[in-house]
């Protein structure tokens, strides 16, 4: 799959980044990861200190696929409204999903702490503003969905966002505690710590084949080499959809600007994220060495020439949003980027299991909260085989329990 086109910023922050060899014979394992991105390094790290044996691949280097890309916007409030995932799948399971998310972010954080590179990671706010007039009473309505459960958010004025920010907007949901990270670093980071503790890690490593005996997966490699695991999690993010095609699995295409360094921040309270009612959105963040990243404007395609035709006209495009929203800053693109995005159809990640693949599971965090996504999805899928006592997964399964009885609290 051709996910990306353009330059990236990420891959420079880490001039030094480690390296691990290619596998150049067959070998068995207890557990394969096929993947070397976000959600394979979080695998890997969740998987690190139980005990299995396990081996993860990656087709190109670490980090470079979609990761180069991501934004790493850490939030649990996604662009579905809670308040609307409600109607398809009652109170109660909207209420743990929002749960697990924020016990994600958590995780990331503590995750972050236990590498040994600087992730960057850091504890921002979240100003979702109402773009037009009609989105007021929808957003309001999700505010006190959230304050009911506890959510740390609150309802700000439009005098409020006047007195903070350098722009005008009705209202908005003021979040507290999300976050932001390197997601480059952070993915170097979890794989070393999980090869420090025995995960061997092969870059340069290409899956070309799968096929099973006696429900014991057996992978081919480029060069004709095998894999044979006990229990295989493909976590390559949408080069899933290069196994199995799912069909709830849904691809737009998205794009980025990071800037030049700013001298400072004038008009932007706390530095916070940045995001809005308006379809298709923009999102905001700002970078440790003071850049600014702003990526939206999606386009409704998954044909990788119509994105790519498109990027440097969104390029344009986001700059003019980020000086309509900051016009006091100066700020030139270094870096932009054109990629393919994806969600589900329903506005839930997903842990695919099929018939034809015994003994494996699809790492599916697709979604505007990828890097939270997989990492709650990782933890579930290491509760599931460790233990068996992941009571949330089915949570995540392909055919979703609807409108469930109260079973969480």
């Known amino acids: 799959m051709n996910l990306q086109s353009g330059t990236y910023y990420w891959p420079t922050t880490m001039a030094a980044a480690p390296r691990y060899p290619s596998l150049d014979h067959s070998i068995s394992c207890d557990l394969l990861i096929v993947g070397g991105g976000s959600s394979g390094a979080q695998c890997a790290y969740y998987f ?13 280097g670490i980090g470079l696929g979609s990761t180069a890309t991501n934004t790493s916007i850490l939030q649990y409030m996604g662009e579905k409204l ?13 209420t743990r999903h929002m749960q697990l998310c924020q016990e994600a972010i958590d995780d990331i954080e503590t995750a972050s702490q236990a590498v040994r590179f600087d992730t960057e990671f850091s504890r921002r706010n979240t100003l979702y503003y109402v773009s037009e007039e009609e989105d007021e009473l929808r957003l309001k309505e999700e505010c006190r969905w959230l304050l009911e459960r506890g959510a740390p958010v609150e309802w700000v004025s439009a005098d409020w966002i006047r007195d903070h920010y350098s722009f005008e907007k009705k209202g908005a949901i003021y979040t507290s505690n999300d976050g932001e990270l390197n997601p480059f670093t952070f993915t170097h980071g979890l794989i070393d710590f999980a090869s420090n503790k025995g995960v061997r890690v092969f870059e340069h490593t290409e899956m070309v084949g799968v096929h099973s005996d006696d429900d014991s997966p057996i992978i081919t490699i480029k060069g004709g080499h095998t894999i044979r695991a006990n229990q295989v999690i493909y976590a390559a993010g949408y080069e899933d959809m290069d196994i199995v095609k799912e069909k709830k699995a849904r691809f737009v ?16 309270h706390e530095r ?10 923009v999102y905001i963040r700002t970078t440790k060495d003071q850049r600014i990243i702003i990526g939206g404007l999606d386009e409704d395609t998954d044909i990788a020439e119509e994105r790519d035709a498109k990027r440097i006209h969104k390029r344009d495009q986001l700059m003019h949003e980020l000086r309509a929203r900051f016009p006091e800053i100066e700020a ?3 870096f932009d980027s054109a990629a393919f995005y994806g969600g589900s159809v329903d506005g839930l990640p997903m842990v695919g299991m099929y018939e034809e693949h015994p003994n494996s599971y699809f790492l599916m965090g697709y979604g505007d909260n990828g890097l939270v996504y997989s990492m709650m999805l990782a933890k579930l ?27 969480y609290k």
């Open 48 to 60: 690190a200190e139980t005990g299995m044996d396990v081996v993860l691949i990656e087709k190109g």
């Open 82 to 94: 809670f308040t609307d995932l409600v109607h398809q799948f009652g109170d109660d399971y909207v």
């Open 253 to 268: 295409s998205t794009y980025t600007v990071t800037t030049t360094p700013v001298q400072s921040f004038t008009g932007w």
């Open 272 to 281: 916070s994220l940045i995001w809005e009612t308006a379809r298709p959105y």
């Open 332 to 334: 030139e693109p270094a």
């Open 381 to 407: 899928i290491r509760d599931h085989l460790v233990s068996s006592q992941s009571e949330d997964l089915h949570l995540y399964e392909l055919e979703r329990p609807l409108k469930k009885s109260r079973l």
